[in-house]
């Protein structure tokens, strides 16, 4: 069946960023199209900032909720999606990235900003306790939500290294946005543009053969106007002068207290973080398991049957 995405309409658009978002829809569009996902758009009111998320939707069958990590569009979560059948997927982007309406990224504020904004998006979905299907930041945000407000997390498959778990930082490209003054300046002087998102794959640990919708779809987010101030805001709330802020690091005893069972699928090449940290973290909550892919810090890219398996094998109740 080809993919349809249904466009409803968004936020009033001034014309530079009208064309921007028109770009971005398009390069969504063909990513949608590339994986044979089809997929609805809809965009929910998000009260306690007064803008609207962008959550994308496919399929049929018990809520699955899918939340991508910081800087990147919630349709890269495609290649997995199409291989997820059986489920209602809700595919969800961080503020600020993809269509979703930025917010106010602060340190001293960043955790409530993330489990008010989750608790938002499931509410305006009247998505109940669910399953959860997350990846780096997406990890640590839907942690803080499973934790401030406990029941609505009912398992939790994380794929990648989780944003700040233990002594795991960020790559170069994100530690240098958190710089004042400096972040800025390179994001002045590295444009978006094929290259440049093609080397953060790599980065990233992703070899981008054959990602050629997914490479021009963060491209076009990049372009997005809200981007670059969205991504430069949260990597300072993150972290200080290039390291994660002690206040957003998953210590061992936070760790210990997690509830729900948890399915760590961890890229062998993940620039974010060893799998050696991936064992750690799994002998810390108490009912985890690890399982190392082929692959970076988005293995489904290239790996989408090997992850699928293992998300759809993962129960939903404790063991």
């Known amino acids: 069946m080809e993919a349809h995405l249904t466009r409803s309409t968004g936020p009033a658009l001034g014309t530079d960023t009208g064309i921007a978002v028109s770009d971005f829809l398009d390069a969504q569009q063909r990513v949608l199209d590339r994986y044979r996902v089809a997929a609805q758009r809809r965009y929910v009111d998000l009260p306690t900032t007064g803008g609207q998320a962008q959550v994308l939707v496919a399929g049929e069958g018990p809520p699955l909720v899918m939340v991508i990590g910081g800087a990147v569009p919630g349709v890269f979560w495609a290649p997995l999606m199409a291989e997820l059948p059986g489920h209602t997927l809700y595919a969800i982007e961080l503020p600020g990235f993809g269509l979703t309406d930025p917010t106010g990224y602060r340190h001293d504020t960043i955790r409530r900003t993330a489990v008010d904004y989750l608790a938002g998006v499931v509410d305006a979905l009247a998505v109940g306790p669910s399953r959860f299907v997350t990846q780096s930041m997406g990890s640590q945000w ?20 989780p944003a700040f778990f233990l002594d795991t930082s960020a790559v170069l490209p994100f530690r240098l946005a958190s710089v004042p003054g400096l972040g800025p300046l390179l994001m002045s002087l590295q444009k978006p543009s094929a290259g440049n998102a093609e080397r953060l794959m790599r980065i990233v640990g992703e070899g981008p053969a054959g990602l050629d919708e997914l490479r021009d779809v963060l491209v076009a987010a990049q372009r997005v106007p809200t981007y670059i101030p969205s991504l430069l805001a949260l990597m300072r709330a993150m972290m200080r002068w290039s390291r994660p802020r002690p206040a957003v690091m998953t210590t061992p005893d936070q760790l210990r207290r997690i509830e729900h069972p948890v399915r760590l699928v961890w890229g062998e090449r ?6 050696e940290a991936g064992r750690m973290i799994a002998e810390l909550i108490p009912d985890a398991d690890l399982h190392v892919v082929p692959g970076g810090h988005a293995p489904w890219f290239h790996h989408a049957e090997i992850v699928a398996r293992l998300t759809r094998d993962f129960p939903d109740t404790r063991r």
């Open 142 to 161: 839907a942690v803080w939500l499973a934790a401030d407000q406990p029941g609505r997390v009912t398992s939790q498959v994380m794929i990648g290294c």
């Open 270 to 275: 993940d620039g974010f973080g060893r799998p």
